[in-house]
Nanobody
């Protein structure tokens, strides 16, 4: 098991920024590729970004490239999502996920999930 706890969500005005954090428990954090997903009301959960075990490579949903940045700090067992130039349509519950497979972590079949953190963007 890899308990994951997200934080950093909240209400922000359009054009603003938020940084989400996802803290993992245990000593094997660096063994897992990590990802962020989001789920808007009435929609399916969708991939946002993923990062490799060392943090050396990152991947993004095409629509979010340039505005969202994923990173990780293995010494702190934490993965981050920096979100800039936020738009009302970015409102969603944001989840982090972990999996030993880089391919699997980018899908909803990822092994471990947090409870999510709500992001709301006002216009």
């Amino acid at each position: 098991q890899v308990p994951l706890v997200e934080s950093g969500g909240g209400l922000v005005q359009a054009g603003g920024s938020l940084r989400l954090s996802c803290a993992a428990s245990g000593r094997t954090f660096s063994s897992y590729a990590m990802a962020w997903f989001r789920q808007a009301p009435g929609k399916e959960r969708e991939f946002v970004a993923s990062v490799t075990w060392s943090g050396g490579s990152t991947y993004y949903a095409d629509s979010l490239k340039g505005r969202f940045t994923i990173s990780r700090d293995n010494a702190k067992n934490t993965v981050y999502l920096q979100m800039d130039s936020l738009r009302p349509e970015n409102k969603a519950v944001y989840y982090c996920a972990a999996d030993s497979s880089l391919r699997s972590v980018a899908t909803t079949r990822a092994s471990y999930w947090g409870q999510g953190t709500q992001v709301t963007v006002s216009s």
